[in-house]
Antibody, heavy 123, light 111 residues
Framework: EVQLVESGGGLVQPGRSLRLSCTAS????????MSWVRQAPGKGLEWVGF??????????EYAASVKGRFTISRDDSKSIAYLQMNSLKTEDTAVYYC??????????????WGQGTLVTVSS | QSVLTQPPSASGTPGQRVTISCSGSSSNIGSNTVNWYQQLPGTAPKLLIY???QRPSGVPDRFSGSKSGASASLAISGLQSEDEADYYC????????????FGTGTKVTVL
């Protein structure tokens, strides 16, 4: 069974840092790109960024709202994806979901989601 | 701020057909495929439709997707009580930053 489990969320002060982890199981982690999506309380979904598989360079892309502050990385030996969040702002308060990126020849989509971890940025 | 516009709500009685629209532009829906996600109350989102009209394994054929130009739609036929959820369309956007953009979301209520 494909499973993604996020961890590392919690309460953090504005300007501080936090690192989230996403532990995967049930599939060959290294074969897939991984992405992070967030959802502020009572709001809709917002894409944060993704990391390609090593076969495609392991490169990253980010939403404009987090570029320069957030960094996504991966450890294929441990089947873990990370989201390093620096210079956190109150507007970063959200549930953060880890997703697997599925693909066909012309389409990319998030085909498996974790349960989410809540990050609250507040003084 | 989402660039894909959905109606905030939709409703129907059990057995009815409900359709949700998703309006975008030439840089997103107009040039890329559309995906749909279902979020049941208090749970994580789930992939419902990918590549405009493809259903992942396990998704009932009551759910169908379509796309025309810069707009897309999701149809739920034979509405059931367990379909009460939030639904989001999404697509990659080829504009400057190349973001993956979600729709504003539609809350479906089964009356």
């Amino acid at each position: 069974e494909v499973q993604l489990v996020e961890s590392g969320g919690g309460l953090v002060q504005p300007g501080r840092s936090l690192r989230l982890s996403c532990t995967a199981s049930g599939f060959t982690f290294g074969d897939y790109a991984m992405s992070w999506v967030r959802q502020a309380p009572g709001k809709g979904l917002e894409w944060v960024g993704f990391i390609r598989s090593k076969a495609y360079g392991g490169t990253t892309e980010y939403a404009a709202s987090v570029k320069g502050r957030f960094t996504i990385s991966r450890d294929d030996s441990k089947s873990i994806a990370y989201l390093q969040m620096n210079s956190l702002k109150t507007e970063d308060t959200a549930v953060y979901y880890c997703t697997r990126v599925g693909s066909t020849w012309a389409s990319y989509y998030f085909d498996c989601w974790g349960q989410g971890t809540l990050v609250t940025v507040s003084s | 701020q989402s660039v894909l516009t959905q109606p905030p709500s939709a409703s129907g009685t059990p057995g009815q057909r409900v359709t949700i629209s998703c309006s975008g532009s030439s840089s997103n829906i107009g040039s890329n495929t559309v995906n749909w996600y279902q979020q049941l109350p208090g749970t994580a989102p789930k992939l419902l439709i990918y590549s405009n009209n493809q259903r992942p394994s396990g998704v009932p054929d009551r759910f169908s997707g379509s796309k025309s130009g810069a707009s897309a739609s999701l149809a739920i036929s034979g509405l059931q009580s367990e379909d009460e959820a939030d639904y989001y369309c999404a697509a990659w956007d080829d504009s400057l930053n190349g973001d993956y953009v979600f729709g504003t979301g539609t809350k479906v209520t089964v009356l």
